[in-house]
């Protein structure tokens, strides 16, 4: 890839996985009766068509991976679990009340933190009393992330009877160097025995997380990594790019200092390198940082043209309401988003006190969801569209105008009434989906919000 068009395009922008992103939301935050009837709305347009997502924040960790950026809770303790799933299951009980009916659950995914902190015993309590006030979809997908270290059979037998068929395993590096930096220590065999274990058991997908852009990471252990990865052969890969955030993240990402850290070039290196080996292997880029076997459900969404783009990353397809449970969990109903407070003492308070304990939020006027569209097009397909009247607005010309540049540096092939990405443009897709922000053009952040772009 050209030097000067990553130095040149390396700048600070957001992932989009919304549209308007957090910092732009309603700085008022939402009204709650508007959030109450939002989720109304779309759950009486959505739950008999498609069905509902659910994302449940599993925020309890033993260590500390001072990479992370995730909301979570360090403890040893777990006598933290049950305590935490009975609120998780009133704050179902709370959005329940809410329905017109039975949901219909065609997502469900437990995030972290680290869910395989809680026992599998508890795992199976939390599960089903979500599913005693609801009833899946046919074509339903379960779906968690896992910490290979303490994922044990029973785990992992108790989720497959439970209806998963899906997980995911950090393992980020191989490298000795790197995980002792980033506090992540990862022995390849635990990751194999837990892979070979989820195919003995029956999981059809299961995925594997690393990242580019680690301290002391050189181009040697991404390949030594990625050549290590091949051995299993997962489903699915995400190959991340590190987020260096430590004005929001604190103490963790100040573990090492930023010359630790490869230079931009350096990070690109590592990244196409990592790319062509696994494209080597015969895994395609599914969006942005995701590549997958073509046996795997998120290629065949890429191929049908029904890949979606949400809080959870990359899905197989698209619901209108996403509800999220847990602290610091964020909804969508798709006109509106709403997040849960950040902490364990507080969400427990609020949601004891029967209210639905989310704290901020952002309700979508017209331009939010026309923009929101070009954008998720843009971030899951590499390309969208205006021709239908319905998707035109007011500074589209403006819009495309800021693309111009780009479009000489060969980065999107605009058309009279779309545009798209050749397949050499793909990491800049963010830039590409900045163009078309109008929250962000019209108030341009005065501090470090964004990681780098590329």
Known sequence: MN?????????????YTSYPTVPYWNKEGIDYVTWVNSVKKSFIESNDS??????????????????????????????????????????????????????????????????????????????????????????????????????????????????????????????????????????????????????????????????????????????????LTKELKPDRIAFYSYAHVPWIKGVGQRGYDENDLPSAELKRTLYESGKQLLHDLGYEEIGMDHFALKTDSLHKAMTQKSLHRNFMGYTAGKTKLMVGLGMSSISDSWYSFAQNVKTVEEYTEIVNKGVIPIFRGHDLNAEDLVIRKHILNIMCHFETNWEDEALQFPELQECIARLKEMEQDGLVILTENGLSLPENARPFVRNVCMAFDLHLLRNKPTTRVFSMTI
């Open 50 to 227: 498609e069905g509902i997502s659910i994302y449940i924040h599993l925020p309890f960790c033993e260590n500390l991976c001072t990479f992370c950026g995730c909301h979570k809770r360090i403890t040893k303790q777990h006598g933290v679990e049950e305590p935490y799933i009975d609120v998780v299951l009133k704050e179902w009980d709370l959005y329940c009340d809410l329905f017109e009916g039975k949901p219909r659950i065609k997502e469900l995914h437990l995030g972290g933190g680290t869910p395989t902190f809680f026992s599998a015993e508890n795992l199976a309590k939390l599960i089903n009393g979500i599913m005693a006030k609801a009833e899946k979809c046919a074509d339903y997908e379960f779906s968690f992330e896992a910490h290979p270290n303490n994922t044990t059979t029973e785990h992992l037998q108790q989720l497959y009877d439970l209806g998963f068929r899906r997980n995911s395993f950090g393992v980020q590096d191989y490298n000795d160097k790197v995980q002792k930096t980033i506090n992540r220590i990862q022995p390849f065999n635990k990751v194999k025995e837990a892979t070979d274990n989820s195919r003995k058991i029956g999981y059809t997908s299961v995925s594997h997380d690393l990242v580019f852009g680690l301290p002391h990471q050189t181009e040697e252990s991404i390949i030594d990594t990625i050549n």
């Open 3 to 15: 030097d000067n068009l990553i130095q040149k395009y390396n700048i600070a922008g957001p992932r």
